[in-house]
Antibody
Framework: QVQLVESGGGVVQPGRSLRLSCAAS????????MHWVRQAPGKGLEWVAL????????YYADSVKGRFTVSRDNSKNTLYLQVNSLRAEDTTVYYC??????????????WGQGTLVTVSS | DIQMTQSPSSLSASVGDRITITCQAS??????LNWYQQKSGKAPKLLIS???NLETGVPSRFSGSRSGTHFIFTISSLQPEDIATYSC?????????FGGGTKVVIK
């Protein structure tokens, strides 16, 4: 079955950087677009970024554009999110999610368990 | 950006009750709407895609419908295991946007 396992979260000081990873298994990773979605504690879900199946197209939420970079390594079945210049409001759980090519902008059908990033001095 | 206005933000109901959650899209999104269930501390789970398509393995007490830009999610007979937060999400255009969520508790 589809498995998405995020890692790389932790406590980081404001202004610093992290790289989040998402290891995929149970499906042909290179055939699917992938999303990052985040959720602040006790809050709703916020879409962060989308990368096409081959990495050639990338899209970002305005709130992270210029600070976050999504990438993928299809040879390693791994999705990444480089998060730079971290702010307190970036303190959230980050989920990777699979997007299906079924009409619309790659609707999400499977989610990882999430990794928590805490920005604090 | 497309705004998804979800209501109510919380509801309390008894086991066996029929409950309804709505999402209003600020623009036409066709049928491009998912409903997710999120239990405490867990990742969201897709229940309904394309506004009304029940995902494989999801109990038939869950359903979704659409009327224009108004979307309705129904649990026909609430069960104790349905305690969760339910969210809608549009995928008609970027940025993908979510409703604010509805927390469902047992009365």
């Amino acid at each position: 079955q589809v498995q998405l396992v995020e890692s790389g979260g932790g406590v980081v000081q404001p202004g610093r950087s992290l790289r989040l990873s998402c290891a995929a298994s149970g499906f042909t990773f290179s055939s699917y677009a992938m999303h990052w979605v985040r959720q602040a504690p006790g809050k709703g879900l916020e879409w962060v970024a989308l990368i096409s199946y081959d990495g050639s197209n990338k899209y970002y939420a305005d709130s992270v554009k210029g600070r976050f970079t999504v990438s993928r390594d299809n040879s390693k079945n791994t999705l990444y999110l480089q998060v730079n210049s971290l702010r307190a409001e970036d303190t959230t759980v980050y989920y990777c999610a699979r997007g299906v090519n079924r009409g619309g902008w790659y609707p999400i059908d499977n989610w990882g368990q999430g990794t928590l990033v805490t920005v604090s001095s | 950006d497309i705004q998804m206005t979800q209501s109510p933000s919380s509801l309390s109901a008894s086991v066996g009750d029929r409950i309804t959650i709505t999402c209003q899209a600020s623009h036409d999104i066709s049928n491009y709407l998912n409903w997710y269930q999120q239990k405490s501390g867990k990742a969201p789970k897709l229940l309904i895609s394309d506004a009304s398509n029940l995902e494989t393995g999801v109990p038939s007490r869950f359903s979704g419908s659409r009327s224009g830009t108004h979307f309705i999610f129904t649990i026909s007979s609430l069960q104790p295991e349905d305690i969760a937060t339910y969210s809608c999400q549009q995928y008609d255009s970027l940025p993908l946007t979510f409703g604010g969520g509805t927390k469902v508790v047992i009365k």
